[in-house]
């Protein structure tokens, strides 16, 4: 049946729903008359909708904007502007019913654990986004046909026509890394049991605080870019503005995958690689100073232990020493001055204790 024809003729819903996101939007309402309609269990429903990685991926679900992991829809009026829908074509022509698999809209999930090719996000043929919602506008006809969902909603071809996405030399050796993990997600098996962590959320959680920080554009392109080519033989080129640090859902399947492959790389060894990928790099602590959240604790250890690059600088206790020395010695204190005894920059000086050049009896505020 159509979506639209089973929307409006049979669950009798307001047309506005064809404006959401339909996966990750709960509506009680739509669940009731659905578990009515089809006598399917409302847990079995709400199983077949995005929310049911709440608890896995992230703590709660946005109906309406960004969630980490999830492939935004960019959906305007009726419209849908990004690619995030994506889908096995081998999967769409084998299966007898044409179907969408729910864990194709997640930003790391990139291959098919089946058939071991890479997902396409838009049409082989006139390379539109992935909208089967708009699949039926307009017909007559009130059913489906069983293969309906794997052609084309703009110029009706199939999708799974066409080569598959190749995949480039320099690629080659670590796409092993990412169908273990796939096939790791799509089984529920625990993805990464050297961080031996509890719970899921942890693994992801820490998964993507960790891209976030290493794809900062300061960052990035401060040495981890030239580094990961280096070492990997990847060149992570960005299709965005490279004024932004866009997150990880934001960016192509290309980047996706690349990213992906990194950081996979990193944990087989972890946190030994990133050690190694951060030096000679201004990558450090300060990536994930402006977090509004505490880090993952196996994350945590590692960033604030293994990669604090801060200097030391003087507490307030060695500058007041320091002052006492440039009396005796009548040597002028002035915040230059005992900035060069203090090994610190001028600024860092007066920013730590609001020092004032040129004062003939400077003092610092005892330590609280």
């Known amino acids: 049946m159509y979506s639209h024809a089973l929307y409006k003729g049979v669950l009798n819903l307001d047309s506005s729903i064809f404006t959401r996101d339909i996966d990750r939007l709960y509506i009680p309402e739509l669940i009731n008359k659905l578990e009515v309609k089809t006598k399917q269990n ?32 960019g959906i305007y009026h009726r419209t849908r502007k990004k690619h995030g829908i994506q889908y096995c074509p081998q999967c769409l022509k084998d299966s007898s019913t044409a179907y969408f698999r729910k864990h194709w809209r997640l930003s790391f999930c990139l291959f098919c654990e089946k058939h071991q090719c890479l997902l396409r996000d838009k049409c082989p043929h006139c390379n539109n986004v992935i909208d089967y919602q708009r699949r039926g506008i307009g017909s007559q006809q009130y059913e489906t046909p069983a293969t309906d ?38 089984k529920g098996e625990p993805c990464f049991p050297s961080l031996n962590q509890p719970l899921a959320l942890q693994e992801f959680n820490g998964l993507w605080e960790l891209i976030a920080g290493l794809m900062k554009r300061r960052y990035f392109e401060g040495g981890i870019k030239t580094k990961i080519k280096e070492i990997l033989n990847i060149d992570i080129a960005s299709s965005i503005d490279q004024k932004s640090h866009p997150s990880f859902e934001l960016r192509s399947s290309e980047e996706r995958l690349k990213i992906l492959i990194t950081v996979l790389w990193l944990l087989d060894d972890w946190p030994n690689r990133l050690i190694t990928l951060s ?38 206790e060695e500058l007041n020493s320091i002052v006492k020395y440039l009396k005796k010695h009548r040597i002028p204190t002035t ?10 920059y001028v600024g860092t000086l007066r920013k730590k204790v609001g020092f004032v050049a040129n004062l003939s009896n400077p003092t610092f505020p005892k330590k609280t």
């Not at 991926?57 to 492939?71: C, D, Q, R, V």
């Open 42 to 73: 409302a847990e079995q429903i709400k199983n077949l909708m995005l929310t049911s990685f709440e608890g896995q991926l992230f703590e709660k679900i946005n109906s309406n904007g960004f969630t980490k992991w999830i492939l935004p829809l």
């Open 279 to 316: 030096e000679g790099t201004i990558f450090s602590k300060s990536a994930y100073s402006d977090f509004d959240r505490p880090l993952c604790y196996w994350l945590r250890q590692v960033i604030f232990s293994d990669l604090d690059k801060s200097i030391y600088t003087a507490n307030i």
């Open 149 to 186: 969902l794997s052609l084309c909603s703009f110029c009706e071809r199939p999708l799974w026509q066409g080569n598959n996405r190749k995949i480039s030399s320099e690629l080659e050796p670590y796409i092993g890394l990412c169908l273990h993990f796939t096939k790791q997600f799509t």
């Open 335 to 344: 915040d230059r001055t005992v900035s060069l005894y203090a090994n610190m």
